[in-house]
């Protein structure tokens, strides 16, 4: 009788701990169900108003009052393609003031050795409301730290003393996982949007590919007419 209770008890015990090992596969399938589509699905980490073109926190270089317009970019600072189209984007915000909104959104490449170094040296820069004066300072400075393979950190450092920000908190800031986090996000929605190279342009949500000042005047003008 004793033996006979033993193997019932242990057979219990074996029946408890499957069960166990069985619900917590349940609750890791579950997990990554969620993680797979909310990976699959970047459309449904979107709050209200946005899209993966313009986020609430997406930079804004200018804002038209009416929102007509939205020209958006999808920028590397080490791109050397990105700093042969800087002053034509530079010259276009003049010329289009308080008409098209520009927006700048980071995409690293991740064979630039310094592009991501450069995009949380200016995100943590915009922490001080001081992203358009990094965000020219890159390009105004790229050759110099550009198509390297040392970390331009300290140089990167040495703008963000000479804007006056708080080098405490650009410290913090620069290496904050947050701040990271927050250049990857451009990057996703830029790749799920079907960016594979910079600089990508979308005017009004539709992806443009201008090659010279005067394409990309005759496709404002037309949205603007529109």
């Known amino acids: 009788m004793r033996a006979h209770n033993r193997q019932r008890d242990a057979r219990l015990r074996n029946v408890k701990v499957t069960l166990a090992v069985v619900g917590v596969f349940v609750l890791l399938a579950v997990a990554f169900v969620f993680i797979d589509r909310a990976t699959s699905d970047p459309?449904?980490?979107?709050?209200?108003?946005?899209?993966?073109?313009?986020?609430?926190?997406?930079?804004?270089?200018?804002?038209?009052?009416?929102?007509?317009?939205?020209?958006?970019?999808?920028?590397?600072?080490?791109?050397?393609?990105?700093?042969?189209?800087?002053?034509?984007?530079?010259?276009?915000?003049?010329?289009?003031?308080?008409?098209?909104?520009?927006?700048?959104?980071?995409?690293?490449?991740?064979?630039?050795?310094?592009?991501?170094?450069?995009?949380?040296?200016?995100?943590?820069?915009?922490?001080?409301?001081?992203?358009?004066?990094?965000?020219?300072?890159?390009y105004e400075t790229q050759k110099t730290w550009g198509e390297k393979q040392v970390p331009a950190d300290t140089l990167f450092r040495g703008f963000a003393e000479e804007m006056g920000l708080d080098m405490a908190k650009w410290d913090k800031d620069f290496e904050d996982p947050a701040t990271l986090a927050r250049v990857k996000k451009d990057v996703a929605d830029g790749e799920a949007l079907g960016v594979g190279g910079t600089p990508t342009f979308f005017l009004n949500e539709k992806k443009i590919q201008p090659q010279s000042e005067d394409e990309f005047k005759a496709a404002i003008d037309a949205a603007l007419a529109g």
């Not at 520009?102 to 592009?115: K, L």
Request: aromatic share 12%; with cysteine.
């Open 43 to 138: 459309n449904a980490t979107l709050a209200a108003g946005e899209t993966q073109y313009v986020r609430a926190d997406s930079h804004r270089l200018q804002t038209a009052p009416d929102g007509k317009v939205t020209l958006v970019e999808f920028l590397d600072f080490e791109c050397e393609a990105c700093l042969s189209y800087f002053p034509v984007v530079e010259k276009l915000r003049e010329q289009y003031e308080g008409k098209v909104t520009f927006v700048a959104r980071y995409f690293p490449i991740p064979s630039h050795f310094n592009a991501e170094r450069a995009a949380r040296a200016v995100e943590a820069s915009a922490q001080q409301g001081k992203f358009d004066d990094m965000y020219k300072k890159m």
